[in-house]
């Protein structure tokens, strides 16, 4: 599926800072029923955002309206458990363009990046100025700039450098996925194949 | 190729690069690809709005389980979405020519235990699945992992998906396994050990003797746990276990192609010398049967210690309170004696024969406490024949627990299976995630013993005070 490109993004960030924030939370395993990508954004934690009779939680930060913007940051170990992509999904389709944290698990990332989202990973202690930041001031912009792999705190001009390799990156500027370029190399596949003991 | 003593691991990963992209994943080729009703349907709705065939259709294998009931499976699927989706599985597989192991067919159950059941999973073969627990695989020496839909589509478009080589992490457990402890027990061990998020960014080869002794179930309950630890996977060199338990199985090969796969299968261990990034030591005489107290799988202990203090942590010590007050526990207090509402046994990770055989064996002659509802809920179907041939189901009869169908059911509730707010169950499955087996509902991890012993006495028992 179609995303948009990611080159630089400026933005407000909504500060989750919960470590272990897993993928059932992000989106639990009963509204994985659907047979298309839509209304997933609904549902994006669901659990901790609604009360069972659907009334918002108010202290929930997502139903906090001076929390806004395209980036979410969020605690250790963003994104453990389940592969659901429908957790990438929610989250891209509630408008978020990138996450940020200090650990990711590994198939949420790999998801995240399939689908036009980019996970920042920055050191535990950046992380703990971003939410400093944030809880300081809610309008604390944020600036992710994915050529120059950079996060910055505009206000202060503090910042990092964060990992990607070129070929994700490359992705991800340019709109393209990985199905793309297997499609290029679908030759070299069936020879490949065709010498399988399997 | 120099001559560097090879791990298990790089084995079987060189073995599968198809081209390694500059500054970028390797391209790995995929011998087995899984698919269920839950992470499939975007995945084959890509294919037809790219107007692209399945590749191998023959290496794809489709079965029902996540969102399937668990009782009158005769019936038509009451929840509509639910029907929809196991209706779009089944079209899609027939459409592409994929085998398909639907709702009521002999050979349907969860996919991580009927793939192996049936001679699908083969030592040294590269398998994924839209299912984070597909590392199960990597009892036989795969190298096997849970991957999103985009990259369920990708396998269907291609046989291959783009990952980056993990590092490696290699877990010895030494010694035995003492009474009462299973592979359930030795595996949230190592994860209490190594926290929730230990392992992330590696892929782990389990071994030493407490492995090599396991049954294939065993090796297969750890394996799959994989996961719970952050590891891409886990696997353990194939021995003479794994090559008995795959001989005569249905698509396993047979005459002279299971001689040559024997020969290949031999050469798939992890060489004297090889170098890890890292490697871990425990012994078997340190563990004790394990429950967990907490909502994420690292959250362990021994069964007869004290729920651990947050005092002392560096950092996570909000995360931690959130996560002892949804549970409704406090610091320091016992697990033991804990009045319990639920049992659930069966899962990926505790639903085949062995599983149900040590539930029996502490149910056996005792009943089922008034307290508890219990849902024993076999892996698959030929399990559930399995229990029924061996007179487990008389003993569960006898004892008061009734035998559901085959599923994925409790483990992560997305079909009738939940367990109410409140509630606290011991589950033999894998994720006690907030909520992960119904609204508000506690999960306490543990194994097939432990479960048994909560649901004849309705509290938190050691197993090892019911074992003659």
């Known amino acids: 599926?179609?995303?948009?490109?990611?080159?630089?993004?400026?933005?407000?960030?909504?500060?989750?800072?919960?470590?272990?924030?897993?993928?059932?939370?992000?989106?639990?395993?009963?509204?994985?029923?659907?047979?298309?990508?839509?209304?997933?954004?609904?549902?994006?934690?669901?659990d901790w955002r609604y009360n069972p009779d659907n009334t918002p939680k108010q202290d929930f930060v997502l139903n906090n309206p001076i929390y806004t913007g395209k980036i979410l940051?969020?605690?250790?170990?963003?994104?453990?458990?389940?592969?659901?992509?429908?957790?990438?999904?929610?989250?891209?389709?509630?408008?978020?363009?990138?996450?940020?944290?200090?650990?990711?698990?590994?198939?949420?990332?790999?998801?995240?990046?399939?689908?036009?989202?980019?996970?920042?990973?920055?050191?535990?202690?950046?992380?703990?100025?971003?939410?400093?930041?944030?809880?300081?001031?809610?309008?604390?912009?944020?600036?992710?700039?994915?050529?120059?792999?950079?996060i910055i705190l505009v206000a202060t001009g503090e910042k990092e450098t964060f990992d990607i390799n070129g070929y994700k990156k490359h992705n991800l500027m340019n709109g393209f996925d990985d199905i793309d370029f297997l499609h290029n190399i679908k030759s070299e596949i069936t020879a490949f194949a065709e010498n399988s003991p399997y | 190729m120099s001559n560097k003593p090879q791990t298990l691991f790089d084995k079987v990963w060189d073995a599968h690069v198809v081209k390694q992209v500059a500054d970028g994943p390797d391209v790995l080729f995929i011998d087995r690809h899984f698919i269920h009703e839950v992470t499939s349907p975007v995945a084959f709705l890509g294919l037809k709005n790219r107007n692209v065939d399945v590749m191998f259709p023959e290496k794809t294998f489709a079965t029902a389980d996540h969102n399937t009931p668990t009782i009158n499976q005769h019936l038509p699927v009451a929840d509509v979405l639910s029907a929809n989706q196991l209706r779009a599985l089944e079209e899609n597989s027939a459409k592409y020519g994929i085998s398909h192991w639907g709702l009521g067919n002999p050979k349907n159950g969860i996919v991580h235990v009927v793939g192996p059941e049936n001679g699908i999973t083969l030592p040294g073969m590269t398998i994924v699945c839209g299912d984070s627990h597909?590392?199960?695989?990597?009892?036989?020496?795969c190298i096997a992992f849970g991957i999103g839909t985009s990259e369920v589509e990708m396998v269907l478009a291609s046989q291959c998906i783009m990952q980056p080589k993990p590092k490696k992490m290699r877990i010895n457990v030494h010694?035995?396994?003492?009474?009462?402890?299973?592979?359930?027990?030795?595996?949230?061990?190592?994860?209490?050990?190594?926290?929730?998020?230990?392992?992330?960014?590696?892929?782990?080869?389990?071994?030493?003797?407490?492995?090599?002794?396991?049954?294939?179930?065993?090796?297969?309950?750890?394996?799959?746990?994989?996961?719970?630890?952050?590891?891409?996977?886990?696997?353990?060199?194939?021995?003479?276990?794994?090559?008995?338990?795959?001989?005569?199985?249905?698509?396993?090969?047979?005459?002279?192609?299971?001689?040559?796969?024997?020969?290949?299968?031999?050469?798939?261990?992890?060489?004297?010398?090889?170098?890890?990034?890292?490697?871990?030591?425990?012994?078997?005489?340190?563990?004790?049967?394990?429950?967990?107290?907490?909502?994420?799988?690292?959250?362990?202990?021994?069964?007869?210690?004290?729920?651990?203090?947050?005092?002392?942590?560096?950092?996570?010590?909000?995360?931690?309170?959130?996560?002892?007050?949804?549970?409704?526990?406090?610091?320091?207090?016992?697990?033991?004696?804990?009045?319990?509402?639920?049992?659930?046994?069966?899962?990926?990770?505790?639903?085949?024969?062995?599983?149900?055989?040590?539930?029996?064996?502490?149910?056996?002659?005792?009943?089922?406490?008034?307290?508890?509802?219990?849902?024993?809920?076999?892996?698959?179907?030929?399990?559930?024949?399995?229990?029924?041939?061996?007179?487990?189901?008389?003993?569960?009869?006898?004892?008061?627990?009734?035998?559901r169908q085959p599923g994925c059911s409790a483990c992560l509730a997305m079909n009738d299976d939940k367990i109410p707010v409140g509630k606290y169950a011991v589950s033999t499955s894998n994720r006690n995630f907030e909520g992960r087996q119904g609204p508000g509902a506690r999960t306490l991890l543990a194994s097939p013993l432990v479960a048994a012993a909560a649901a004849?006495?309705?509290?938190?028992?050691?197993?090892?005070?019911?074992i003659g």
């Open chain 1, 1 to 46: 599926m179609a995303y948009d490109k990611f080159t630089v993004l400026s933005s407000t960030a909504v500060p989750l800072p919960i470590e272990n924030v897993d993928t059932d939370q992000i989106i639990p395993a009963r509204f994985l029923k659907a047979t298309k990508r839509e209304g997933f954004d609904e549902n994006l934690f669901r």
């Open chain 1, 73 to 150: 940051v969020g605690g250790r170990n963003f994104g453990s458990g389940s592969s659901r992509e429908h957790a990438a999904w929610a989250i891209y389709d509630y408008g978020f363009r990138c996450v940020v944290s200090s650990f990711f698990a590994d198939i949420f990332k790999n998801n995240s990046m399939n689908i036009g989202i980019l996970p920042v990973t920055v050191s535990e202690g950046f992380l703990h100025q971003i939410f400093t930041a944030i809880e300081n001031d809610p309008n604390t912009l944020i600036e992710i700039n994915l050529d120059a792999q950079t």
């Open chain 2, 134 to 141: 597909t590392s199960t695989h990597g009892a036989f020496g």
């Open chain 2, 175 to 403: 010694g035995s396994m003492g009474k009462g402890v299973t592979p359930k027990d030795v595996v949230l061990y190592i994860i209490s050990k190594l926290t929730a998020a230990g392992a992330t960014g590696y892929f782990v080869e389990f071994a030493g003797p407490v492995f090599e002794s396991m049954s294939m179930e065993g090796r297969m309950t750890v394996c799959n746990m994989s996961i719970e630890m952050g590891a891409r996977g886990g696997m353990i060199a194939p021995d003479e276990t794994t090559f008995n338990y795959i001989k005569g199985r249905e698509k396993a090969p047979k005459g002279e192609a299971w001689d040559n796969s024997l020969a290949y299968w031999k050469t798939l261990k992890t060489e004297e010398g090889s170098v890890f990034d890292v490697e871990y030591n425990y012994d078997g005489a340190d563990i004790e049967p394990m429950i967990t107290y907490g909502t994420n799988p690292g959250m362990g202990m021994g069964i007869s210690q004290r729920i651990p203090t947050a005092e002392g942590m560096e950092s996570g010590k909000v995360s931690y309170e959130k996560s002892l007050n949804y549970m409704g526990f406090d610091e320091d207090q016992p697990m033991l004696g804990k009045k319990i509402d639920y049992v659930f046994i069966g899962s990926c990770t505790n639903g085949r024969i062995e599983d149900f055989r040590a539930f029996a064996s502490i149910v056996k002659g005792r009943k089922k406490a008034d307290n508890v509802t219990a849902w024993v809920v076999p892996g698959s179907h030929i399990v559930e024949q399995q229990i029924k041939d061996e007179g487990i189901l008389d003993i569960l009869t006898e004892a008061g627990f009734e035998l």
């Open chain 2, 456 to 466: 004849v006495t309705g509290i938190i028992t050691d197993p090892r005070t019911l």
